[in-house]
């Protein structure tokens, strides 16, 4: 479930004075030198010549271990580090970490940046630029399709060893959430199938939802893109090599598989009310109507009219295969 970033979003999170709610729509938000902050939209707020984003650029490229101090006082660098592990263990790289740039949100209140991520139904291999190839992505140079020095709000936060082992300690949070992916997996799936395969405005069949969830013998590392097909990957910059002997192993925690799936830092669904696997899970009323029987069904959008099909990709990729592959991968790596 997702909640759209509007006036009651920032009013209920902020009542500073100066707050200024800013969305990279755009596909140059990156923060470089370069950027002039014309591609962010202002959606709460003023700030007609994105004075607070100007600031924020020329203080991030500036930014070293000794003078980390300023950037802290002008961004939550923990909000942009858990982002960053987001998006690098779901392999979302239609986002800040890939070449485009986009789809986030900068919330400026108090004089203090926030990042909050937005757009997810890319990940997990499901980018038309990535046909899960994404799967290797080296976790110290989480960034895909794009050089990493082209973005400085993540290699100037990972070449800082102090924040680079937060990252690392937020990466391996989500490596142990996802240890019990196939239940998971299994679990939401048994909840959703009758309304998926009802859904009136579905992007895909029911066939292609099951093979989406089903594990396969696909090897992801193989896989084709459209992004390093002719590239060199070696040239791809790195930050310096740290010190992970230290960092966390992630290390499954075992449970019973009939438990529904454990949030990290301690964000748990209500018992009160939950559905278990043991429920009836036959919608009410005899279930959804089929599209043809549903009132007013004329009226209903086709939403694969329109659809941008450059941009969903339209070869399956099991999202079971994505997210064993690249849990496996990235503990592979930091083992190393």
């Known amino acids: ?170 990466v391996n949070s989500l490596i142990e959430y996802f240890a019990d992916a196939e239940n998971n997996i299994d679990y939401i799936a048994t909840a959703i199938s009758t309304y998926v395969e009802n859904d009136p405005t579905a992007f895909y069949t029911i066939d292609e939802f099951e093979e989406n969830i089903a594990e396969s013998d696909t090897d992801l590392s193989e896989s084709v893109n459209n992004i390093y097909n002719g590239m060199n990957k070696e040239d791809m910059k790195t930050p310096p090599n740290k010190n992970e002997s230290d960092a966390v192993t992630g290390a499954s925690q075992s449970k019973n598989e009939n438990d529904p799936p454990e949030m990290p830092d301690g964000q748990r669904q209500q018992d009160n009310g939950q559905f278990s696997l043991n429920d009836d899970l036959t919608p009410p009323d005899g279930g959804i109507p089929s599209n043809e029987n549903m009132p007013n069904n004329r009226d209903i959008p086709n939403m694969n009219e329109g659809r941008n099909n450059n941009m969903i990709n339209q070869k399956v990729v099991s999202i079971m295969d994505y997210i064993t592959q690249r849990v496996e991968n990235i503990k592979s790596q930091l083992n190393s």
């Open 1 to 170: 479930m997702i909640e759209a970033y509007d006036d009651s979003f920032v009013e209920r999170y902020s009542n500073s004075a100066d707050t200024v709610l800013y969305k990279a729509d755009s596909e140059n938000c990156t923060l470089l030198t370069s950027d002039d902050g014309s591609g962010f939209d202002v959606e709460y707020g003023d700030d007609a010549e994105y004075t607070n984003i100007k600031n924020l650029i020329s203080i991030l490229n500036s930014t070293t271990e000794e003078n980390k101090s300023d950037l802290e006082e002008v961004l939550d660098i923990d909000s942009v580090l858990k982002a960053i592990a987001i998006n690098t263990v779901t392999g979302n790289y239609d986002s800040y970490n890939g070449s485009k740039a986009h789809n986030y949100y900068l919330l400026y209140s108090g004089g203090k940046f926030t990042y909050i991520g937005w757009d997810y139904n890319m990940s997990f291999g499901a980018f038309t630029e990535d046909n899960g190839s994404s799967v290797t992505v080296d976790v110290s140079s989480p960034v895909f399709g794009v050089d990493i020095s082209k973005r400085p709000l993540i290699e100037k936060l990972l070449a800082i060893p102090e924040y680079y082992d937060r990252y690392i300690g937020y």
